[in-house]
Nanobody
Framework: VQLQASGGGLVQPGGSLRLSCAAS????????ATWYRQAPGKERELVAG???????NYADSVKGRFTISRDNGKNMVYLQMNSLKSEDTAVYYC?????????????WGQGTLVTVSS
């Protein structure tokens, strides 16, 4: 099982980006999924999470601006980021608990860089 994150890039303050996280391989389903980010010189922090029932939670710093969603049929998780600020600049990572033949396991995708700058 692999997770592939994509969608990062350079965007001006106030702009939007949508990050995608694709799960591939042999498994039953994605249970919970979470987006994290790590800014230069800082620790990795939770940005947003979504459960298998669709319940969501967000870091206070992104509430009202970011939306996490999932498409179970496509095994995809998304992070819509609006009203981006310079402090959102970071490498964003997707993480998922995926149920497979060996049980539920934790997987990380590679990071995708988001740079918010004018």
């Amino acid at each position: 099982v692999q997770l592939q994150a994509s969608g990062g890039g350079l965007v001006q303050p106030g702009g939007s980006l949508r990050l995608s996280c694709a799960a591939s391989g042999t498994f039953f389903r994605i249970n919970a999924a979470t987006w994290y980010r790590q800014a230069p010189g800082k620790e990795r922090e939770l940005v947003a999470g979504i459960t298998n029932t669709g319940s969501t939670n967000y870091a206070d710093s992104v509430k009202g601006r970011f939306t996490i969603s999932r498409d179970n049929g496509k095994n995809m998780v998304y992070l819509q980021m609006n009203s981006l600020k310079s402090e959102d600049t970071a490498v964003y990572y997707c993480n998922a608990i995926i149920a497979g033949i060996s049980g539920a396991m934790n997987y990380w995708g590679q990071g995708t860089l988001v740079t918010v700058s004018s």
